[in-house]
């Protein structure tokens, strides 16, 4: 009896354990890549990964978008605008990610470090997500789960659309998406698959688009 308590125990740890690990480990590479290759804000005169549209609009957007959230402008009307206009459009196309509401705690002049540290968090769910989809296949969870995860996070496409952050949404929530389908089609829950693809949609419609067509 109390073998099997010890394994029931064991199996809920690692249950726990697994999912935690796979955001570390993820997180923790990220770290040490960025860090070793001397990017900012790991080294402060260092790299960046604002390029091209990430440097010369979102960077602009980001800023705007604080001085919302902190009450200093409006959603519905900017002056910024040529002859003024609403600054929803350029929300829903560019900075719909709920991720983009942690902008009040960096400063201005730190928007590249905003934008990498969101990327990582982002692949680093990325990687949960896989390992959640993954979990699905199998009673046991493993650490092969969590290398198949890992490398999931570790896409090239997500170092190559880093400057174009709000891609990496998508990125992240397939696995779930897929899941959800599955999971539709097996009539086991019904609100993963619309909740997940609202949210490719509504975080970005380009890349929501793509992942309704796949």
């Known amino acids: 009896m109390e073998s099997n308590q010890n394994r029931i125990i064991l199996k809920k740890a690692k249950e726990i354990l697994y999912p935690l690990l796979t955001i570390g480990i993820v997180f923790l590479f990220y770290y040490l890549l960025f ?85 990582m968090m982002k692949m680093s769910l990325a990687g949960l997500n896989m390992y959640a989809f993954l979990r699905s296949k199998t009673d046991h969870p493993s650490f092969f789960l969590i290398a198949c995860s890992f490398s999931y996070s570790f896409i090239a496409y997500a170092f190559i659309y880093m400057s174009n952050f709000m891609w990496l949404d998508g990125v992240m929530i397939l696995p779930l998406v897929i899941l959800g389908l599955e999971k539709l089609k097996n009539r ?27």
């Open 35 to 119: 860090s070793s290759h001397s990017f900012y804000p790991f080294d402060k005169q260092g790299n960046t990964v604002l390029m091209i549209d990430a440097q010369s609009e979102y960077i602009a957007y980001l800023r705007y978008m604080k001085r919302i959230l902190n009450g200093k402008e409006s959603f519905l009307y900017i002056t910024s605008k040529t002859l003024g206009g609403d600054f929803l459009s350029i929300y829903t196309f560019y900075l719909a990610s709920p991720f983009n509401f942690l902008l009040p705690l960096f400063e201005d002049s730190q928007m590249p470090a905003f934008i990498l540290v969101t990327s």
């Open 188 to 214: 086991q829950n019904k609100w993963l698959y619309p909740l997940s693809l609202c949210y490719s949609l509504m975080t970005s419609w380009y890349i929501g688009a793509m992942i309704c067509i796949f």
